[in-house]
């Protein structure tokens, strides 16, 4: 039997799955956070308390996998909770654009968190609502969470950033204590250009009301940025002052280098946000679990690029046909579940979407796409109540909903 805990926090992914074997469970956690303007009536510090005594066997709290899909902070913020110090966990898995060994992985973060500093930055001297700061601070470096997943918890665990190598489809794994499952790595790819390419075509999109698209090309994703003015600038001493701890895995070629990152106008200042939110995205770490006749399929906020090159694969494209779980993309985003994926999961399968409503992204989840869903499979929401006459359940508080598959 497999349960799959989806937590209720709002607009943010924390997902407990736990399989039934014979000596003891096998639990694995993907992701624990919350976005700031999407919080639910659930604090994630009470979230966290929750996921501690869920796994916690005569005293002693434990996690055979966490793996964490992204650093946005509606992913990760949870970690920055220093109970997490008390748990022992068998290891910990985060994408390869996370690999502080990885020189061209620590360009491409130093890109990407330079950028979200210029742009913070820049909201401080705008009118713009508090929302916009928020959606831009959600890509900062989340220092204090990444801290713990790359170096915390009890039992020293091993980290793994994955896929190793650019194969489609690598060597399924078998993590500890899984011994009735594997788990397949299916991206992030290693092709910048699979990264980059961020918004689907309107073929390949559910959607209501179709606003104008951001040209994802034009946002730098490995390539150093082009300059801007000196005020959105952060030089090499800055950087080191504000992250220590990430700064330290800096290769040699970067250090003394002066990194500059901003924008022109409130449009350009927008289009930035959206463009550097959906770059990080497609760093999603995207796995599936297969246990049995089961296949869970958990993509983080994968958008365009890894989902076409994961259906363009024979290899790939036959695992997503076995799904009987899918947790939708992106908090059911029009960007984060393309049609030619929903036309692929064709057998009878239940999908869960992770998401609260935001004021300023009023069509998350995407209407469309939910009706399509809700066509094809069973779905359900974690801040709504369960369908009828289904194996799905709701804490009494409603800080959780669970999907068992026997």
Not at 41 to 49: G, P, R, Y
Not at 285 to 294: F, R, S
Not at 309 to 333: E, M, P, Q, W
């Amino acid at each position: 039997m497999i349960r799959i805990r989806m937590y209720n926090v709002g607009f943010g992914d924390c997902i407990l799955v736990t399989v039934d074997q014979p000596d003891a469970p096998w639990r694995m956690l993907v992701d624990c956070g919350v976005h700031a303007s999407g919080m639910s009536a659930h604090s994630i510090a009470s979230v966290v308390e929750a996921i501690i005594t869920e796994v916690t066997t005569d005293g002693a709290p434990h996690l055979d996998l966490i793996v964490a899909t992204h650093r946005h902070r509606d992913h990760v913020s949870g970690f920055a909770d220093p109970r997490w110090a008390a748990v022992t966990v068998g290891e910990v898995w985060l994408p390869w654009t996370e690999d502080p060994a990885d020189e061209h992985a620590t360009a491409l973060r130093l890109t990407q968190q330079t950028a979200a500093r210029g742009i913070t930055s820049a909201l401080a001297a705008t009118s713009l609502p508090s929302g916009i700061l928020e959606a831009a601070m959600n890509s900062l470096t989340n220092e204090a969470a990444m801290v713990t997943l790359q170096s915390g918890f009890a039992g020293a665990p091993p980290r793994r950033y994955l896929p190793v190598n650019g194969a489609a489809l690598p060597a399924p794994a078998r993590p500890p204590g899984l011994t009735a499952g594997l788990i397949h790595i299916l991206g992030p790819s290693h092709d910048p250009a699979v990264l980059r390419h961020m918004e689907p075509p309107a073929s390949e999109t559910y959607r209501s009301i179709v606003p104008t698209a951001i040209d994802s090309d034009s946002i730098p994703v490995v390539a150093r940025p082009t300059p801007f003015p000196a005020a959105l600038t952060l030089n090499q001493a800055e950087y080191e002052s504000q992250y220590p701890i990430l700064a330290k895995a800096l290769p040699k070629a970067t250090r003394g280098r002066i990194i500059n990152i901003g924008v022109t106008g409130e449009q350009d200042l927008l289009a930035t946000i959206a463009g550097l939110d959906n770059a990080i995205n497609n760093t999603s770490l995207i796995i599936t679990l297969e246990v049995g006749d089961d296949v869970l399929l958990l993509p983080g906020d994968a958008q365009w690029g890894p989902w076409q090159a994961i259906l363009g694969n024979a290899d790939t494209l036959a695992l997503i046909n076995r799904t009987t779980f899918y947790k939708v993309s992106h908090h059911g985003s029009y960007n984060g579940t393309p049609k030619s994926l929903v036309t692929k999961l064709d057998r009878k399968i239940t999908a869960g979407i992770s998401v609260n409503r935001v004021t300023q992204w009023p069509k998350i989840p995407e209407r469309a796409l939910v009706d399509q869903l809700n066509r094809q499979m069973t779905i359900f929401q974690t801040n709504k109540p369960p369908p009828p006459k289904t194996n799905i359940s709701q804490a009494s508080d409603g800080s959780w909903i669970e999907l068992t598959l026997d």
